[in-house]
C-alpha cells in the first residue's frame, strides 16, 4: 500500500468523522447598561453556559456601573457606596419573542453585609464576579433579596426549543449609567465524545470503496505491464 493510498484513506476517514463531530459553537455578546433594550440573540434548542468576559478591546464591555461616579470605596477599590458592578438578566420571552422583562431571570453578584460588590474600576468587578458563586433572581422580584439563589459560575440554562432570548442589565433610571457587560455564549457545556451518525458511516464506506477500486485498478495496471 502506498503513500498516495494512505492518503486516500485518512482523507476519507476525516471527512465522515468530521461530518458527524460537530465542534461546541461560542459567540461574545455585548449588553449595553444605557438602557433596557437589551440585546436580542436567536438560539437553537440546547444547553448553554455564559461566563463574563473583557471585551472593551473590540468594542464591548467589562462591567458597568448605574451611576455616573465611584464614591466609599476602600483603599484597595472594594466595598464602594456607588461604583462598577457586573450583572446580567435574561428574558426568555415565553418562546414568543415578546419581552417585557417580567419573566426572566437576573444573574449577578448578592450583596452582602461585607462586600457591596461595588467596585472603583470595570475591571475589578469583573475579576471579582469571575472568581464567585453567582446567584440567580426571577424578575421582578430582584428587590427581595430571599428570591437569590446560588447557581454557580458560569451560568448555564436549557431551551427545549429554538428560540430567541434577550440579554439585558435590570436598572432603572438609565440614564446615569456607565458601561455594560459582555458574555461568551457557549452551546458545549456538555460535551459527548463524537460519535459519526449513520451519514457519516455511509460517507466512511464509500471512501473506502474508492480506496478500494483504486488498490484494485493499481494491481491491474501492474499485471498488464
Known amino acids: 500500500m502506498g503513500f498516495r493510498t494512505l492518503s486516500w484513506m485518512a482523507a476519507a ?12 459553537g461560542t459567540q461574545i455578546v455585548d449588553i449595553s447598561g444605557l438602557g433596557s433594550g437589551g440585546t436580542i440573540v436567536a438560539l437553537a434548542a440546547g444547553s ?7 471585551n472593551s478591546a473590540n468594542g464591548g464591555y467589562a462591567a458597568y456601573s448605574p451611576w455616573s461616579f465611584e464614591s466609599g470605596c476602600n483603599a484597595s477599590g472594594e466595598n464602594c457606596a456607588t461604583g462598577w458592578s457586573v450583572s446580567l438578566a435574561i428574558d426568555f420571552g415565553f418562546g414568543t419573542g415578546n419581552f417585557s422583562h417580567s419573566d426572566g431571570f437576573q444573574y449577578g453578584q ?17 475579576a471579582s464576579i469571575q472568581s464567585a458563586n453567582l446567584v440567580r433572581a426571577p424578575l421582578p422580584q430582584v428587590t427581595d433579596q430571599n428570591a437569590y439563589v446560588p447557581t454557580g459560575n458560569p451560568i448555564s440554562f436549557t431551551l427545549a426549543a429554538a ?6 442589565i435590570y436598572d432603572y433610571p438609565y440614564n446615569d449609567n456607565r458601561g455594560g457587560v459582555s458574555i461568551l455564549l457557549d452551546d458545549g457545556i456538555n460535551p459527548n465524545p463524537a460519535v459519526p451518525e449513520p451519514a457519516s ?8 470503496g474508492v480506496v478500494g477500486a483504486a488498490m484494485r485498478r493499481r494491481r491491474a495496471e501492474v499485471g498488464f505491464a
Open 201 to 208: 458511516w455511509a460517507m466512511l464506506i464509500a471512501g473506502l
Open 13 to 24: 476517514g476525516s471527512l465522515a468523522l468530521a461530518a458527524g463531530s460537530a465542534q461546541a
Open 110 to 126: 448578592l450583596a452582602t453585609q461585607s462586600d457591596s460588590h461595588l467596585y472603583a474600576t470595570a475591571e475589578q468587578a469583573l
Open 48 to 54: 448553554y453556559s455564559i461566563k463574563f468576559i473583557n
Open 163 to 168: 428560540q430567541s432570548v434577550n440579554f439585558f
